[in-house]
């Protein structure tokens, strides 16, 4: 068992940045992804980010080279970086988890409740 519990959310205006974390607990380091996905107003949920492996992260094109995702495994925390924030990218914001085999654009078995990011423009 997997628990996922996201904050950081917030809202700023375009161009600013915001810091989403996610406290785990329960997964194995080095046979467990960690990701981030978001669900947009009317949308369904996208991938955003994840570490697919030790060492080895994934974007989603629409925040790469923004967005930056990282682990803290003293502090059992996964981090969202995220960087020249757009109106586009406000959403409700979920941290994930899936033990191996794994990756972005796999099915994922757990998940946290969200926190909302808003973009003003």
């Known amino acids: 068992q997997v628990d996922l519990v996201e904050s950081g959310g917030g809202s700023v205006p375009a161009g600013g940045s915001l810091r989403l974390s996610c406290r785990v607990s329960?997964?194995?380091?080095?046979?467990?992804?960690l990701g981030w996905f978001r669900q947009r107003p009317g949308q369904e949920r996208e991938a955003v980010a994840a570490i697919e492996s030790p060492g080895s992260a994934r974007y989603a094109d629409s925040v790469k080279g923004r967005f930056t995702i990282s682990q803290d495994n003293a502090k059992n925390t996964l981090y969202l970086q995220m960087n020249t924030l757009e109106s586009e990218d406000t959403a409700m914001y979920y941290c994930?988890?899936?033990?191996?085999?794994?990756?972005?654009?796999?099915?994922?078995?757990?998940w946290g409740n969200g926190t909302q990011v808003t973009v003003s423009s």
């Open positions: 329960g997964y194995r380091y080095g046979s467990t992804c």
């Open positions: 994930t988890a899936d033990f191996a085999p794994c990756g972005l654009y796999f099915s994922w078995d757990y």
